[in-house]
């Protein structure tokens, strides 16, 4: 974890310490300063930001506080670039580590109706337009950044792609099924495959959208750097997990 010890810390709240990485720090000022269109005024730039690595942090302390709740252990998050990170260790049986990763997209399955309600409410009281002035229409605009946020967050968390909750919830499920060790290798496999489809779609080669759920995955044509970053790192995580599976298979025989 010395990687991930390289950040400050933001404080301890519930005995569990977060800290932000360094690379965090890089991304933001890429993201405001450097990325950012013109055109779109800082504050709300800051306010995305903070909404979208806030919501991030809450879906954390879902996974922490729940470990915490089965008996598990949890003492540490991580925020990066690409999201968050909860250390969490749970009892070794797939009850607890079932309830300590649904957690997570469960804080955001909550989130999501809720803001939808109170955004839709103020849409049609008019709170975006009149005089009501900029801290109400930065009140509302949050609010509806905060409905497409979680909504987006709890789509693609629950991609079966190891190590994204998707993944994990699939081997934990497969794990009372078909036993711990299979689990790991059919999870590593259908995670190195949808590591592989990120590649391609951050690539450009192809995209994807799903109507049901107006889920939207790349853009043809046009390079997603985070999608092939995400797609690799998935690769080598599912891979790793495959590859513990087969060191368990082979103790067994031994």
């Not at 977060?18 to 965090?24: K, L, M, R, S």
């Not at 009892?91 to 839709?120: D, E, K, Q």
């Not at 689990?183 to 995670?191: D, K, N, R």
């Not at 985070?226 to 298979?249: D, F, V």
């Amino acid at each position: 974890m010395d990687f991930f010890n390289q950040g400050i810390p933001l404080g301890r709240w519930f005995r569990i310490t977060v800290v932000i990485h360094w690379t965090f720090l890089l991304y933001a000022a890429n993201e405001l300063f450097l990325s950012r269109d013109p055109r779109l005024p800082l504050g709300i730039s800051v306010l995305q930001l903070t909404l979208l690595f806030g919501t991030v942090l809450v879906h954390e302390f879902g996974h922490a506080l729940s470990c915490r709740a089965v008996g598990g252990e949890a003492l540490h998050i991580i925020l990066w670039p690409l999201g968050g990170i909860a250390f969490v260790q749970p009892p070794m049986n797939p009850t607890a580590w079932l309830i300590t990763t649904v957690c997570g997209p469960l804080v955001n399955a909550i989130l999501w109706p809720v803001f939808w309600y109170i955004s839709n409410h103020m849409l049609s009281t008019d709170m975006l337009v009149g005089n009501n002035g900029p801290v109400a229409q930065y009140i509302a605009f949050g609010c509806i950044l905060m409905t497409e946020i979680n909504r987006g967050l709890l789509l693609f968390n629950l991609i079966p792609a190891y190590p994204m909750d998707g993944g994990r919830m699939l081997q934990e499920i497969l794990w009372f099924i078909v036993g711990y060790g299979k689990s790991l290798m059919i999870a590593g496999m259908v995670g190195v495959v949808a590591g592989a489809a990120f590649v391609v779609l951050g690539l450009g080669w192809q995209d994807i959208t799903i109507p049901v759920i107006n889920l939207h995955l790349g853009q043809k044509g046009t390079t997603n750097t985070i999608l092939i970053i995400i797609g690799i790192l998935c690769a080598m995580q599912s891979w790793g997990i495959y590859q513990r599976s087969m060191e368990i298979k082979g103790w067994r025989k031994n």
